[in-house]
């Protein structure tokens, strides 16, 4: 009989802040976006228009509706900087 006990792979340490994070996925839907930094809907397509967070729109040529995916990196980068700005230039 075989040792049922035995793993392949190390065990992942599930307690947060000890630097086992899972990295971001390069885009998202909006709800992604909710999900992960606690931004609305609306305030997201707001930033969205002021440049301030980057998406790309893939719909069929000539379709008026489509999908619109959010660079998650981009939603990073503008938080890190609005803490920068709001911190004096010290990133935690």
């Known amino acids: 009989m075989k040792n049922m006990n035995t793993t392949t792979t190390e ?3 599930a307690q947060a802040g000890q630097g086992a994070s899972t990295p971001l996925p390069e885009f998202g839907r909006w709800r992604d976006v909710e ?5 609305t ?3 997201l ?5 002021m440049g301030k967070v980057k998406s790309v729109v893939l719909r069929r040529k ?4 489509g ?10 980068q503008y ?3 609005l803490m920068e700005e709001q911190n004096g230039g010290a990133c935690e």
């Open 67 to 76: 999908c619109r995916l959010i660079y998650l990196a981009s939603v990073s």
């Open 79 to 81: 938080l890190n900087s």
């Open 35 to 39: 999900r992960l930094f606690g931004i």
């Open 41 to 43: 809907r609306g305030t």
């Open 11 to 13: 065990p992942m340490n």
């Open 45 to 49: 397509y707001n930033l969205i228009g």
């Open 62 to 65: 000539g379709n008026v509706h």
